[in-house]
């Protein structure tokens, strides 16, 4: 009977196929009484690891995380998302950032700028009225942190009455406050109660369009009016930038306890803010 001697023991080789093999190879040769040639077989050695088996399979699994949404000037806190809101609601001529379109005859007059003495007294009453207003809130403070903007150094209300005052000794008729000035007023109180974060975007929008737009208005209404005199309600008392620097800090701190939806309301409350100071700065041509 033929015989087939092993040269090396190699069968447990086969029998773990879960083995990795890799170099160095070794040679295993078998000899039979049939042939005269020796046959040999190069295998690899066993790596003592196990592979993968056949059913098993090793699943990456990333979780990419939404990217969360940037709103306008975010970046630099809250009160830079509504400047950026308001100067959309200039028009090009006001600000470079500005869309609004001007369509009706009044903003058409404004742009004309033909002012009065009667329309600018009403002017200055009912703005006079309406920062009364918004000191007196302050003062109550319904809501705690309306504590924080008292004393803020942009208070007007001591600056127009010296204003008002002035024109009197001038022989000038001081009106009674008119429709405007009396509508926005019971607004910002309704809201101050009510509703905080619609009050900050109109304490900050009528405080801070003052410091910019209504300079440049007290400036031609001086020119062409008051012999150039520059009144009280266009001065403040120190750094007009670090008062407003001041209030921004304390706008944006307090805007840091606000959600998302918080903040949204507030920013859409800035075109009603507009409506009712457009409607007081109209006064001047009347």
Not at 148 to 170: H, I, M, P, V, Y
Not at 179 to 204: N, R, W
Request: charged content about 30%; overall charge positive; some cysteine.
């Amino acid at each position: 009977m033929a015989s087939l001697t092993p040269i090396s023991q190699t069968r447990f080789l086969f029998n773990k196929p879960h083995l990795k093999f890799s170099s160095p190879r070794t040679e295993t040769c078998f000899q039979s009484s049939f042939v005269s040639k020796r046959l040999c077989f190069q295998l690899k050695a066993p790596v003592f690891g196990r592979m993968p088996l056949k059913n098993t399979a090793v699943v990456a699994a990333t979780t990419a995380e939404k990217p969360k949404r940037r709103y306008p000037g975010e970046a630099k806190g809250f009160v830079e998302e509504m400047r950026f809101v308001a100067m959309k609601l200039h028009t090009r001529e006001q600000a470079k950032e500005g869309e609004k379109e001007v369509k009706e005859r009044e903003e058409e007059a404004v742009r004309k700028w033909v002012p009065s003495i009667d329309g600018y007294l009403k002017f200055l009453v009912d703005s006079k009225l309406v920062y009364d207003t918004l000191e007196e809130i302050v003062e109550k403070a319904s809501f705690p942190f309306y504590a924080e903007f008292r004393n803020t150094g942009l208070e007007r209300s001591e600056k127009l009455a010296k204003d008002l005052e002035w024109f009197k000794e001038q022989g000038y008729t001081i009106p009674k406050p008119s429709s405007p000035g009396v509508t926005y007023s019971q607004i910002l109180q309704e809201l101050s109660e009510k509703d905080p974060q619609a009050f900050i975007c109109h304490f900050y929008n009528i405080y801070f369009a003052h410091s910019a737009g209504g300079q440049m208005i007290g400036r031609k209404v001086a020119g062409q009016l008051l012999n150039k005199k520059e009144l009280e309600f266009y001065k403040w008392d120190g750094d007009l930038s670090q008062l407003l620097q001041n209030v921004r800090d304390k706008l944006n701190k307090v805007a840091e306890g606000w959600t998302r939806e918080e903040k949204d309301h507030c920013l859409e409350e800035t075109e009603k803010s507009f409506k009712h100071s457009g409607e007081i700065l109209r006064l001047i041509l009347s």
